[in-house]
């Protein structure tokens, strides 16, 4: 996926909120959802796409502690949702990251909210 970000022209994803809080919750999905010698998808295993989203962590709290609001009001709710989605991992991995939870909070995910099919 991220091969193909140059040919349309993207801002590399550890520049850009959206896609860089979507390939993250994507990498810790794939890591928590299969096993560990699973390798089916991509050849890439549990164990990489865990280095990988980890990876991206502190890029993407780059991105949140620099977004001003103006930009946020204008992303949709597939950012807070990944973005959900990536603090339940690090808490599970038990790696609070207080930016993250105060940042979905102040842009209206109250922690309570979940997103539907239909959104």
């Known amino acids: 996926m991220a091969a193909l970000y140059p040919v349309y022209h993207l801002p590399p994803i550890s520049d850009d909120l959206v896609s860089c809080t979507l390939l993250t919750a994507a990498c810790f999905h794939h890591a928590h959802t299969h096993k560990p010698d699973d390798s089916s998808a991509l050849s890439v295993t549990p164990k ?12 993407l709290e780059k991105l949140v502690k620099v977004r001003p609001d103006v930009e946020i009001q204008k992303q949709n709710s597939w950012v807070l949702w990944a973005l959900k989605r990536v603090d339940m991992a690090l808490k599970g991995m038990g790696e609070k990251r207080l930016l993250l ?7 209206g995910d109250d922690g309570l909210t979940r997103r539907t099919s239909n959104a």
């Open 101 to 107: 939870e105060e940042w979905r909070i102040k842009h």
């Open 48 to 59: 990489n796409a865990l280095k990988i989203a980890m990876t991206f962590v502190p890029e």
